[in-house]
T-cell receptor, first 112, second 116 residues
Framework: ETGVTQSPTHLIKTRGQQVTLRCSSQSGHNTVSWYQQALGQGPQFIFQYYREEENGRGNFPPRFSGLQFPNYSSELNVNALELDDSALYLC???????????FGPGTRLTVT | AQSVAQPEDQVNVAEGNPLTVKCTYSVSGNPYLFWYVQYPNRGLQFLLK??????LVKGSYGFEAEFNKSQTSFHLKKPSALVSDSALYFCAVRFLYGGSQGNLIFGKGTKLSVKP
């Protein structure tokens, strides 16, 4: 098991609501990335935070936003939830220049 | 555009037999390649990576992968499969440029089923 933790484990929201997901990075890791994994698909990169700044973003709309805190933990916020936002959200931490990322167990979001 | 393909949705192997899970990639320049495994209701676990050097890379749990530049492939292998190897396997390549630089592009995944 990695040292990356995520909360909550599962979440059910209604279309149009807002949600916040949380991630604690592995000890010593200062970079956090978020991925969305739809059912039957590989993870897709949402964005990355390094030193509390967003320093990379995938093809996701602005209603997906995030934060990183001084202890390197991170939040993913999604506004105006849509049915297609239902997915497993994965957080991964790393410490450059190492290339591998270590993933948490994920948060399963269901939007009804 | 950078991409990763895993041509097999599922691979079935008998326990004790060798296994191969295929991956091909398309990138400009030198690729950074990774394999991850996902067990049910769990996150992804890092298995191994190729950055540079020997084409045969050894990783966790007895897995290895062979980088073939001419065939743009990075197949995952294990000499003797275990029932506990049954899981979903993802190949990934690292973004080398653009706004997503440093992050991973994943294939769709291959479900490995090892029968006793």
């Amino acid at each position: 098991e990695t040292g990356v933790t995520q909360s909550p484990t599962h979440l059910i929201k209604t279309r149009g609501q807002q949600v916040t997901l949380r991630c604690s990075s592995q000890s010593g890791h200062n970079t956090v990335s978020w991925y969305q994994q739809a059912l039957g698909q590989g993870p897709q990169f949402i964005f990355q935070y390094y030193r509390e700044e967003e320093n990379g973003r995938g093809n996701f709309p602005p209603r997906f936003s995030g934060l990183q805190f001084p202890n390197y933990s991170s939040e993913l916020n999604v506004n105006a939830l849509e049915l297609d936002d239902s997915a497993l959200y994965l957080c991964a931490s790393s410490r450059p220049p190492a290339y591998e990322q270590y993933f948490g167990p994920g948060t399963r979001l269901t939007v009804t | 555009a950078q991409s990763v393909a895993q041509p097999e949705d599922q691979v079935n192997v008998a326990e004790g037999n060798p296994l191969t899970v295929k991956c091909t990639y398309s990138v400009s320049g030198n690729p950074y390649l990774f394999w991850y495994v996902q067990y049910p209701n769990r996150g992804l676990q890092f298995l191994l990576k190729y950055i540079t050097g020997d084409n045969l890379v050894k990783g966790s749990y007895g897995f290895e992968a062979e980088f073939n530049k001419s065939q743009t492939s990075f197949h995952l292998k294990k000499p003797s499969a275990l029932v506990s190897d049954s899981a979903l396997y993802f190949c990934a390549v690292r973004f080398l440029y653009g706004g997503s630089q440093g992050n991973l592009i994943f294939g769709k995944g291959t479900k490995l089923s090892v029968k006793p």
